[in-house]
């Protein structure tokens, strides 16, 4: 009896031994698999916001080449156009005004046509940088053609203030002439609700009173007509 106890005593402790190692090898597998998991999961939320910012950057980087221009980073015509739209309903709403400023380059065309297109492109970058140091920072500029320009001035109520910046404007063509023959600017100063009322109609007005710089003998500011201010000799 004594030898039949032994071995089932035997079997048994073996029996445990083995289901032991069996429970051990099983919670060891189920660690390891939990690891991978959590390894898995990492590694995919990593992918996946890598992915996501990489769309992020690229959709930021698509709506600001839709709304910048290239060459001098400026807020373009289309940009320009929406957010004077937006400006204008705000100031309509709190009856505020707003200045613009329609500026065209004099004397751009013989830069281009003596140096070539590439010393054209530097001098609009240098204008660019010239007369984004001279605004305030509530004004917007944008370049929405080829060698023009336009700023506005929200809140603007003064038409000698923007006279003075105008002139500013100018002056900065003026010293350190940024190209090798002489460059000038026209500018036409339009105020809302004044002249116009919706961006079509104060851009326009804005324009006209920038050619009638032009046919005054260029390199000057004018006012549109409807607000009846003498525009201002440089």
């Known amino acids: 009896w004594e030898g039949i106890h032994g071995d089932l005593s035997r079997r048994a402790e073996a029996a445990r031994a083995q289901l032991q190692s069996h429970y051990e090898g099983t919670i060891r597998l189920l660690a390891l698999g939990v690891l991978l998991g959590a390894i898995l999961l990492v ?9 996501l910012r990489e769309r992020r950057h690229l ?14 980073q400026l807020p373009n015509r ?15 709403r709190e009856g505020s005004t707003l200045g ?7 004397g751009f065309k013989a830069v ?8 054209g492109d530097a001098l609009l970058t240098e204008i660019a940088m010239r007369f984004a140091g001279l605004k305030r920072d509530s004004d917007v500029l ?3 053609g080829g060698d023009e320009f336009v700023l506005a001035a929200v809140g603007a109520e003064d038409g000698r203030d923007l006279a003075r910046l105008a002139e500013r404007l100018l002056d900065s063509l003026a010293e ?12 036409g100063i339009a105020f809302f609700p004044d002249d116009a009322s919706d961006p079509p109609g104060l851009l326009a007005s804005a324009d006209a009173a ?13 006012f549109s007509a409807v607000a009846g201010i003498p525009g201002a000799a440089s």
């Open 43 to 51: 590694i995919l939320y990593a992918a996946i916001a890598r992915e």
């Open 59 to 72: 959709v930021e980087r698509i709506r600001r080449e839709a709304d910048h221009d290239d060459l001098t």
């Open 78 to 92: 289309r940009f320009f156009t929406q957010w004077l739209g937006y400006a204008l309903a705000q100031a309509r």
């Open 100 to 106: 613009l400023l329609c500026i065209d380059l004099d």
């Open 112 to 119: 281009n046509d003596t140096a070539g297109h590439e010393a």
């Open 142 to 144: 944008a370049r929405i």
């Open 176 to 187: 350190r002439p940024p190209a090798s023959v002489p460059i000038g600017a026209s500018i």
């Open 210 to 222: 920038m050619y009638a710089a032009k046919r005054a003998g260029r390199n000057r500011v004018m």
